[in-house]
């Protein structure tokens, strides 16, 4: 990890050299239900999601830590994915128990804050290390000493609060642009329900049709091509990402004759909305404009057949969380969720007048060149932060 000098008074050190204890952890019996009903916080990997962690998965019993090889890591020190999510790290809000997923690292606090070692844990050419030195057939883990050996740009501790203090500013600039971009999503849901009420209980009394009667509802057969490296791209729910958005680069690609025989049922167009029926059920996106790809079987595209109904009304319709709570009772499988093509179309919508319709359209389109902008100025704040996050532990940013 040693990419260039270091700044007078830095030094490169050893995770070994600022830890006074690694600890490992254990997963008490479940057949022992005492365990689990105890009030001791307890942990998988599966918990950490940013840098900290303040509570924990389940709660076990103080017989359950004696009589396992669970382990209490205390508060303020270091819990690092050795095995599962392996290289995820968080700080230790409270006292807590770690299974065997996690190694605890108790810091020497006189030399490192944890706050500064976990910005630096999350250094994505770290983890990529991390990733590469992990072993194993069944599950992939690091050793101790694969921990022990991770090298750490070392500063005085007047000079790590410093960095900590800057990059905390960063992330709060971050996470209230995320805050933004939620609100605008929520502010097309609530214009929607002043304009034309709850879908489900129809109180403005809006003709109702069924899905069926205004749209073609059709899906693909459900022979799956073979994927190829480099070819057409066959969109699953998987490539749904946020703000409405289809990610058609890490997608699944097939050959232009399975895409061509595939198309004989039916071409995603223009004007469509893509609506997820297996798996991943009631969750939509439009079509947009110049892109050749084909859906999968757990994919149906619905398509508007009459000028009564407009798209973008119908879409914003399908996302309301009544009518989605609606459709997702006609699934035919408590195991994997399934929507049949049928059921679609039965489901019943409200159809206000189109001109109102319209109008709310003209709202969305608004809404949608505000929310364009907001995710430019949202990469750009993501660049600041990773920017700033190099240069704080290269030691640029001290001084």
């Known amino acids: 990890m040693k990419e260039k000098k270091l700044p007078e008074g830095w030094e490169w050190v050893r995770l070994s050299e600022v830890a006074l204890k690694f600890i490992n952890g254990g997963t008490p019996s479940t057949a ?19 840098y900290s962690l303040s509570a924990g998965e389940k709660f076990i019993s103080q017989d359950a830590i004696e009589n396992s ?17 392996i290289g995820k790290s968080a700080v230790n809000l409270i006292d807590i128990a770690i299974s065997q997923d996690l190694t605890g690292v108790i810091l020497d606090k006189k030399k490192i804050l944890p706050e500064f070692l976990v910005r630096y844990l999350h250094n994505p050419k770290l983890l990529l290390q991390l990733e590469s030195d992990a072993r194993g057939t069944t599950i992939k883990g690091l050793q ?15 000079v790590q609060r410093q960095i900590v203090a800057v990059l905390e500013q960063a992330e709060a600039l971050k996470r209230q642009r995320q805050e933004a971009d939620a609100l605008t999503g929520a502010l097309l849901q609530s214009v929607f329900y002043e304009m034309f009420g709850n879908p489900i209980g129809n109180e403005k009394g809006w003709e109702k049709v069924t899905l069926g009667d205004i749209a073609i509802v059709q899906d693909v057969d459900h022979r799956m091509p073979p994927a190829i490296d480099e070819g057409i791209s066959l969109i699953s729910p998987k490539d749904f990402i946020e703000n409405d958005k289809i990610d058609f680069a890490n997608s699944k690609k097939i050959s232009e004759d399975e895409y061509l025989r595939m198309c004989r049922k039916i071409k995603p167009q223009p004007g469509d909305i893509l609506y997820s029926r297996y798996g991943t059920i009631c969750e939509t996106r439009l079509v947009p404009e110049n892109k050749k790809f084909q859906i999968s079987y757990s994919l149906c595209i619905i398509r508007p057949t009459t000028e009564t109904i407009s798209l ?3 879409f914003w319709l399908l996302k309301m969380p009544f009518v989605k709570q609606e459709i997702s009772k006609k699934q035919r499988s408590s195991c994997i969720p399934d929507l049949g093509l049928g059921e679609l179309k039965k489901i019943k919508i409200p159809l206000p007048p189109l001109a109102l319709q319209q109008q709310f359209a003209h709202i969305v389109e608004e809404v949608e060149r505000v929310r364009g902008k907001q995710a430019e100025s949202g990469k750009e704040i993501e660049a600041l932060c990773d920017g700033l996050m190099q240069r704080a532990f290269a030691g640029e940013l001290a001084g």
């Open 32 to 50: 022992i239900n005492e365990y689990w009903n105890g009030s001791f916080p307890w942990t998988t990997s599966k918990s950490i999601t940013s």
């Open 69 to 85: 090889s669970s382990n209490v890591i205390p508060k303020n020190n270091i819990l690092i994915a050795s095995r599962v999510g």
């Open 144 to 158: 101790r000493s694969d921990l022990e050996r991770i090298e750490i740009p070392l500063s005085p501790l007047p």
């Open 312 to 314: 973008k009304f119908l």
